[in-house]
């Protein structure tokens, strides 16, 4: 701001394109630009951590990706509809994304009530198969939106709409109970939440079942 207040191109406080094109620079967008990487899911991981991860357990890599993650605050429609803010905590290269996505969903899917969501979370996959495997959640590149509609516990909107009172269908290899897309569980994909998650690089796990789950990993 100093070096624009000392070269007067300030317009109403801001530094805007026409100033930057006056002064012949580019803007540098990093706070706002989301991060993007193309090729196998390897090849983004290495793209994302800057080092091709472990697949299991790395209390060093752990100790690594902690200090990559930030957190990330939102405007949503509650439980109840109403407006409020949630965070979650992400790789700081995803920030830009994941703000984007739930500013999409907010605007342009105002009926869907985000309720929960999940982020970072450095451990294995829960499967109930007892893998050792890391979840993509430890690399700070996916997000849960709403796993209480998936993991069996009493989801009651306003509307009085009980989503699932038992257990989580899925991991049993059950079919979900609620079969078609509603305002708080993604279930095809052609689901608004599903897409406002593609068009920021989050694919979806409804691919193999993990319907609440979204990756920058192809949704895994
Ligand atoms: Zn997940």
């Keep these: 701001m100093e070096w624009q207040r000392?070269?007067?191109?300030?317009?109403?406080?801001r530094f805007d394109d026409a100033c930057a094109q006056k002064a012949g620079?580019?803007?540098?967008?990093?706070?706002?630009?989301?991060?993007?990487a193309s090729g196998s899911i390897d090849q983004k991981k290495k793209d994302l951590l800057g080092f091709s991860p472990s697949k299991t357990w790395s209390t060093s890599e752990k100790n690594k990706i902690d200090g990559m993650v930030t957190s990330v605050s939102f405007p949503v429609h509650d439980e109840n509809g109403k407006d409020n803010t949630k965070s979650l905590t992400i790789h700081n290269k995803l920030a830009a994304n994941v703000?984007?996505?739930?500013?999409?969903?907010?605007?342009?899917?105002?009926?869907?009530r985000v309720v929960n969501v999940g982020g970072?979370?450095?451990r294995r996959i829960n499967n109930g198969t007892?893998?050792?495997?890391?979840?993509?959640?430890s690399f700070g590149a996916a997000i849960d939106i709403n796993y209480g509609?998936?993991?069996?516990?009493d989801l009651v909107s306003k509307n009085s709409k009980v989503v699932n009172s038992k257990l989580n269908p899925f991991w049993s290899g059950g079919k979900p109970l609620d079969s078609g897309d509603t305002d708080y569980a993604m279930r095809t994909v052609n689901h608004p939440v599903v897409k406002a998650c593609a068009d920021h690089g989050f694919g979806w796990g409804g691919q193999y079942g993990d319907y609440m789950h979204f990756s920058f990993f192809?949704?895994?």
Excluded: W
Aim: glycine content about 10%.
């Design 149 to 153: 509609a998936d993991k069996g516990y």
């Design 25 to 36: 620079v580019t803007l540098n967008r990093m706070s706002t630009t989301e991060f993007t």
């Design 120 to 122: 970072y979370c450095y």
């Design 99 to 112: 703000k984007a996505i739930f500013t999409d969903i907010y605007t342009k899917v105002p009926t869907f």
């Design 218 to 220: 192809d949704g895994h």
């Design 130 to 137: 007892g893998t050792q495997t890391l979840s993509n959640h």
């Design 6 to 13: 000392a070269n007067g191109l300030t317009d109403n406080g």
